[in-house]
Structure formats: structure tokens, C-alpha cells
């Protein structure tokens, strides 16, 4: 007789531990064929607000790890997921049908672990890129440096829910920001077993929170919460002149990505471009003399 | 001219037998006479040409100095702002294909036309927004004619300017700036702007059109090709057209946070780039081992400079409690000794406030640090019968919940408080939404570079103050902004890369 096999509870990761919403809602994923597979918390605000103060917690720890050891604690989470390939295209698969639809899920995790290692490289260059000594009419040493803006809210695609997902997160903590992000609602099993990915990669607790659960619940809270500096978000027109609206009760910077308009299987969807987005630049004047 | 109100004797009683030769002698006046060659009445600037706003209206731009109408300025309309964004866009495919070399050009020969014409500019700039003429022909002109300088020979190298990314223009940018730094301003937008091929619309202040629609006659004399740089005067209204206009590519915009939050809730949804250069509350850190005379001096040139009507203004004086008994009587007796008065007389410290509604802004906020217990100084100096003037003025006792340590005031008023520790100076400098600016004053420099790394500022002065260049990003966090102005940073701002 078969043995009967325990389902896994799916948790998110806020903090360094794995929870359910506060609220106790969760929704079903359903399966491409209609079966519902797994119940997803169905975060709140209040676990927004929870999970923006344990960014912020991990925030100035995160900064000051060097480049280089946030560089191989980058690379650690590809290790990870491609020792994980199978178990991630299956949670890619729970929405996607077919062998076509599984061969583009094991192409997604490939690209997603070929992006991880390239942020992972440019932890320790970029600044040698964004930064800048100035040469100023004067008698002073003048340099220009980045830093990371602080707690980073993010809003992922729809589709791509692995690889665009990644594609957010990865150029916000290179530079030491700590994020807050919420998943595709389409099919948010792949940022499940990414926070399992990252729990075990070496991410210190609170840099990378992952929440479960509805934009037109959570938006309107991203929008406008004050300790978030800075928004990345792939989301429709609606949802987009919501965050704009919000954005500006704090000078939030934003940046959308209408949906659909990104393809994050491209080179372009990479690099010091994504970088800089979320870094602030620090200019000192420091006098010359005696 | 203004005269000590006080007579030699009075002023000296009491304190330390300090040498001081002003008490002495009083001043002659000395003021600037250069011909600012103005106009009674000035139009818009759209396509190259002079012309008169469609609604036939105008208004007048007042010299803050004597309250007096300085010359009647055209007030756009939308029809106006329309037919200027239609200009910029026709001259952009032209514009943006001309070899960089030949933008370069075009740049370099209107800084040289500034720099020929820099006095009569910086007289007319001191009539029109009442900072001393000393300020505007030592600082404002010089510099916005090396802001032109420095991007002009950036113009053919576009493709130094992001590492890996093709660097296209924009199109056309909207730039609206402040009564500040008038042409300053004008320069640090067109100057970038210009270099990396977008074509312009702008609205400059309403209290301080002047220089702006003059420096149309050196774009003319530079022969720019009609329509890249378009002019619309005007207030607020004219300014909230320019922001949304279908055309603009991009917008621009210094000023308040206030308006700032305004412009982005305008352009919420619409995807269009922004960058913000917004208010600030600067924190000035003094440790006991500063050296305390140069940085008494820095105090007063980051307040008091262009009257404190400067969005990175030193208005926090954050002083090291053991040194604070040292420091405040050294700062007082320095405000005793700046000169109020006619901005256009050589000796002049502060000037005139730019404007009646500033001037009560100001002496609201400071009623408002006297009500909430702080303990306000001002020297008594003489204030000219006529036009806009406050005394510099000095809060001590401030704590950090009062209004004029929190709101920015934009005045010639500093608020100051004492710490004890290095972290309590971060905590408190840190502690607001604003995060443009920030000074520290000591002789440690491991002290300089921990404090430069965790002030949230985009701009930190070790051991100096206000300090300015075109080669040098500028720019805030937090609710001071975002984008930068100044060097290779600056010019990533306008362009679209990839």
C-alpha cells in the first residue's frame, strides 16, 4: 500500500521565521486543471507594518556587511536554488500546464539562478561605477559616494513569478537594502519555497520579507507607508496611480514597471541600471590644508 | 544707508576689551552702480522670439528693497505653455542630432556671453530678488556661468556618462525652479539638460523673472536655434501647466516640499521621470574640538548666506554642549557686527527678503519660537524705512519638538541646539523627514568620515559650509527629494539609458 504522503503548511518568510498571517486568512492556489493545491496566507497590513519594521531592524546590519560577503551570501542563494531546481519548477508548475509549460518553468528557475550570480559579481563594483571623486574649482577633496536607500517595498509581476520576483529583490539587497515584498497573487508558491531558499542561504533574518496575498489589499499600504523610501512595482494603471498618490505623502521614490511591459527573461532586465535605482548619493566636501 | 543703531560706547560696555574697528568708523555707503540695463516690461520667450502672452495680461515683479515695481513681467497662459512645449518639440529632432560637439559649442559661447555681461546681470539679479550684490557677482554669476562651462563639454561624450547603457536624450523637460537663486537655478536645469540634447520649457519664479527673460537675449546672441529653450513667467498656475503637459518627457522642479508632494500626486500614474530638489532642515554639527573661530564663521555663511533663503541652510546649529558657552557668545557678537541693509551697497551681509509673503512667513515662525519658550536673539540693527528686512536672528533653548527646529523657515534664523555624545548628534540630526545637507566642524577626521556616513544627507561640508560646484552632485534624501544635480550624476537624469 502507497505510503500517504503530509502536505507542507505554505508560510512566508518575515524575519527570519516562516508565518502565517495574523489575520489566519489564507486563500486557495488553485492548480492549472482547477484542483486547489496549498492554502496561502492572505497577508494584511498590519503584517506589512510588521514585516517594514523588521526590515528596517536588519537594515543597518545589512549595510555594513561588506560588498564582498554580501556578494557570496548572493551567490549562496543560487547554490541553493539550483540545488532545489526540481522542487521550484513544480511551484512554478502548479499554475502552468503541460510539458511546454514545464520546460519554460525549468528555463525561469535556470535564468533566475543566472541572475542571482550576476548580482552577486557586481556587489563589490558598483560603486567604483556610480560613486565618483569630483574635481571641484577649489581647495577641497570632493567624492561622491552611494548608499542604499534603507527599507525597499516591492511588488512583483503577476507572471514570471520566480524570475521577476528575483529580478527585484536582487539588485535592491546588493547595494544593503532591506526589502519588503509582496508575491504574484497568480501563483505565489515559488516565493514560498524561495523563502525557505533564503532562510537556509547565509540572508541574515529581516533583509528579505515575503508576503502572500492581494494587491488591491496591500497597495494602498505600500503606498503610503512612511518607512518605506523606495518602490519597485510591476502592476496595472490603477494600482500604479495609487502608489504615485501615496508615494508622494513621504517623497517616496517609485519607480512602475507596467505590467506586461517587462520581459525579465532579457539581459535588459538586469544591471547597474537597477542598481542605481535604489541607491542615494552622498557627496563630501572635506577641505585640503594643513 | 543703514547706521549702527547703537553707539560705539553702548555696544562695547560690559563685554571683553575685543579690538573691533567696525565700532569705530561707520560706513560710507558703497553702492554697486553698474547699468543693469532693464526693461519696463519684459514678454515671453517661446521659439526664439519676444512675444506677448495670448491673454494680453501681466504683472508686476517688485524690488524687494524698496517695495517698488521693478518692471512688469508677461503672465502666461495655457495657450502660452501650449505653444511653448509645441516649440521645444519641433526644435528637438534637430537639437538632439546635432553633432555633440556643436551643442558643446553652443554652451561654451553662452557661458562666455554670462560671463561678459555678469555684472550688469548680477545688479539686476540683487534689484530684482534683493540678495546683496556681493553674493550675486561673487557667487550667483560666476557660478551659473561655470555650471554652463562644465557641461558644455559633456555635450560629445554621452556615452562616457552611464557604464554599459546607450545614453539617449529625453525630449522635452519641463523645469520649473525658485526665487532663490534665480539664474543659478535657471543654469544647473538648462545647463545639463541642454548638454545631453532635450530642448526646454521653463518657468522661472514669479518674484524673480528678471534675469531670466534678460538671459533670453544671451541665448538669442548665441544663436541657439529657436524653440530648444522656451520661457513662460508666471506663478503657480503657469507652473502647474508646465508640469503637466503631454509633452514634457520629464520634469524638473526646486522648490518647497509642499509643491513637491503637489507635483508628484499631479503626475501620479502618468509614469513621467521626475526629479525633485526639495526643502530642507540642514543639521550643523560643532564638536568641542572644532576649531571654534573658522567654525563660528561657517555658522553664520550657512544661515545667513542670501538671508538664509537657501533650501540647504545650516538653520540646526547642533553644538557640542561643553562648548556651547563659547560658542554662542562668539556668534552674537558676530551678528552684532552683520550688516543689514541696501542689497545693492558693497557692504551688505544680508539683504532684502525676496518677497512680502516670505518676510511674514519668517516673522511667523520666529513669533512661533518665542511663543513655544525658545529664547530669541536679535542685534539691534537699524532695518531701512522701506522694503522687506528682518534682523538675523538667533534662537537658543531650542528643543527639538518646537516648530523652528522641525519646519523649514527659509530666513536668516537659527535654531540652536546642544548634544552630548556622537550619537546623540547623528539622532538629532537625523531627526527629520527632510535629508538635504548637513555640517560637521572637528579635528578628527575618522569623526568626519562616521558622521559623513551616517547623517542621512545627500551633501555633507566637513569643516566647511555651502559650498557649490558644477562638477560636484547635489541633491537630497527623504523628503528633501530625489535626483542629483551636478556632475556625471547629475546628466544620468537626463537621459533615458538602454
Known amino acids: ?290 | 544707508m543703514t547706521r549702527p543703531a547703537e553707539t560705539p560706547r553702548a555696544r562695547t560696555r560690559g563685554s571683553a576689551a575685543a579690538l573691533v574697528f567696525g565700532d569705530l568708523w561707520e560706513y560710507d555707503p558703497a553702492p554697486e552702480t553698474a547699468d543693469p540695463r532693464l526693461q519696463e516690461q519684459y514678454e515671453l520667450f517661446i521659439n526664439g522670439r519676444f512675444i506677448a502672452p495670448r491673454g494680453g495680461r501681466y504683472f508686476d515683479s517688485i524690488n524687494p528693497a524698496t517695495g517698488r515695481r521693478l518692471a512688469r513681467i508677461a503672465l502666461a497662459g495655457k495657450p502660452d505653455v501650449d505653444a511653448a512645449y509645441r516649440a521645444a518639440a519641433r526644435a528637438f529632432p534637430a537639437w538632439s542630432r546635432l553633432p555633440g560637439r556643436d551643442r558643446a559649442k553652443y554652451l561654451f559661447r553662452i557661458a562666455r556671453l554670462l560671463q561678459d555681461r555678469a555684472r550688469e546681470f548680477a545688479v539686476a539679479e540683487t534689484m530684482d530678488g534683493g540678495k546683496p550684490i556681493r553674493e550675486s557677482r561673487d557667487f550667483d554669476l560666476p557660478m551659473a556661468a561655470a555650471h554652463f562651462f562644465y557641461h558644455a563639454g559633456w555635450a560629445d561624450k554621452l556615452e562616457y556618462i552611464v557604464p554599459g547603457g546607450r545614453a539617449r536624450p529625453l525630449g522635452v523637460v519641463g523645469q520649473v525652479i525658485p526665487w532663490n537663486f534665480p539664474l543659478l537655478m535657471l543654469a544647473w536645469k538648462l545647463a545639463p539638460a541642454l548638454a545631453m540634447g532635450n530642448c526646454v520649457v521653463l518657468k522661472p519664479a514669479e518674484t524673480t523673472s528678471v534675469t531670466c527673460l534678460k538671459f533670453a537675449e544671451i541665448l538669442r546672441d548665441a544663436g541657439l536655434p529657436p524653440g530648444v529653450v522656451n520661457f513662460v513667467t508666471g506663478a503657480g498656475g503657469v507652473g502647474a501647466a508646465v508640469i503637466a503637459h503631454p509633452l514634457a518627457a520629464k520634469v524638473a522642479f526646486t522648490g518647497s516640499t509642499e509643491v513637491g508632494k503637489a507635483i508628484m500626486r499631479q503626475l501620479a500614474g502618468t509614469g513621467k521621470r521626475m526629479t525633485l530638489e526639495l526643502g530642507g532642515k540642514a543639521a550643523n554639527i560643532i564638536f568641542d574640538d572644532a576649531p571654534l573661530d573658522q567654525a563660528v564663521e561657517g555658522i553664520v555663511n550657512g544661515i545667513f548666506f542670501n538671508q538664509g533663503h537657501v533650501c540647504c541652510a545650516g538653520s540646526r546649529l547642533l553644538v557640542q554642549e561643553s562648548v556651547a558657552e563659547r560658542v554662542i557668545p562668539r556668534l552674537k557678537f558676530r551678528l552684532r557686527h552683520l550688516r543689514v541693509g541696501d542689497p545693492l551697497d558693497k557692504n551688505t551681509d544680508i539683504g532684502a527678503i525676496n518677497s512680502k509673503a516670505q518676510l511674514a512667513r519668517i516673522r511667523g515662525l520666529v513669533a512661533a519660537g518665542v511663543r513655544e519658550g525658545a529664547d530669541c536673539y536679535q542685534p539691534a540693527c537699524r532695518l531701512p524705512d522701506q522694503g522687506y528686512f528682518i534682523r538675523p536672528t538667533l534662537f537658543t533653548g531650542v528643543t527639538q519638538s518646537h516648530r523652528i527646529a522641525r519646519e523649514e523657515i527659509f530666513g536668516p534664523v537659527l535654531s540652536v541646539l546642544t548634544f552630548r555624545t556622537v550619537e546623540e548628534a547623528v539622532e538629532k540630526a537625523n531627526n527629520t523627514p527632510y535629508g538635504l545637507s548637513a555640517g560637521v566642524w572637528t579635528d578628527k577626521g575618522s569623526r568626519i568620515l562616521k558622521l559623513s556616513t551616517e547623517l542621512k544627507a545627500g551633501v555633507v561640508w566637513a569643516n566647511t559650509y555651502n559650498k557649490f560646484d558644477p562638477a560636484s552632485p547635489f541633491g537630497g534624501y527623504k523628503e528633501s527629494g530625489f535626483g542629483r544635480e551636478g556632475g556625471r550624476q547629475g546628466l544620468q537624469d537626463y537621459l533615458q539609458i538602454g
Open chain 1, 1 to 290: 500500500m502507497p505510503r500517504l504522503p503530509i502536505i507542507k503548511t505554505p508560510k512566508v518568510l518575515v524575519g527570519g521565521a516562516f508565518i502565517r498571517s495574523e489575520s489566519g486568512r489564507v486563500f486557495p492556489l488553485r492548480s492549472g486543471a482547477g484542483a486547489a493545491v496549498a492554502n496561502i496566507p492572505q497577508c494584511t497590513r498590519k503584517d506589512l507594518r510588521n514585516a517594514v519594521e523588521l526590515a528596517a531592524k536588519a537594515g543597518p546590519g545589512w549595510a555594513r556587511r561588506t560588498p564582498y560577503n554580501r556578494g557570496q551570501i548572493l551567490y549562496r542563494i543560487g547554490e541553493m536554488l539550483e540545488s532545489r531546481v526540481a522542487e521550484m519548477t513544480d511551484a512554478l508548475c502548479w499554475t502552468r500546464r503541460g510539458s511546454a509549460g514545464r520546460a519554460a518553468a525549468a528555463q525561469e528557475v535556470s535564468q533566475t539562478i543566472d541572475r542571482l550570480v550576476h548580482y552577486a559579481g557586481w556587489a563589490d563594483k558598483y560603486e567604483q561605477l556610480l560613486g565618483s571623486v569630483n574635481p571641484v574649482a577649489g581647495p577641497f577633496f570632493n567624492f561622491t559616494v552611494t548608499e542604499p536607500m534603507g527599507v525597499v517595498g516591492l511588488i512583483a509581476p503577476a507572471e514570471a513569478q520566480l524570475l521577476g520576483l528575483v529580478s527585484l529583490i536582487a539588485p535592491a539587497v546588493v547595494s544593503g537594502n532591506t526589502v519588503v515584498a509582496l508575491a504574484s497573487e497568480q501563483n505565489p508558491y515559488p516565493a514560498i519555497v524561495l523563502g525557505e531558499l533564503l532562510a537556509t542561504s547565509d540572508v541574515p533574518g529581516g533583509v528579505v520579507n515575503l508576503l502572500t496575498g492581494f494587491q488591491r489589499e496591500l497597495v494602498p499600504s505600500f503606498a503610503t507607508h512612511a518607512h518605506l523610501r523606495a518602490i519597485t512595482a510591476v502592476v496595472g494603471p490603477d494600482h500604479a496611480r495609487t502608489l504615485g498618490l501615496g508615494a508622494a505623502e513621504s517623497v517616496k521614490r517609485l519607480k512602475v514597471l507596467p505590467a506586461g511591459d517587462v520581459d525579465f527573461g532579457d539581459n535588459a532586465a538586469q544591471g547597474l541600471s537597477w542598481i542605481r535605482a535604489l541607491v542615494e548619493c552622498k557627496t563630501t566636501w572635506h577641505p585640503i590644508g594643513a
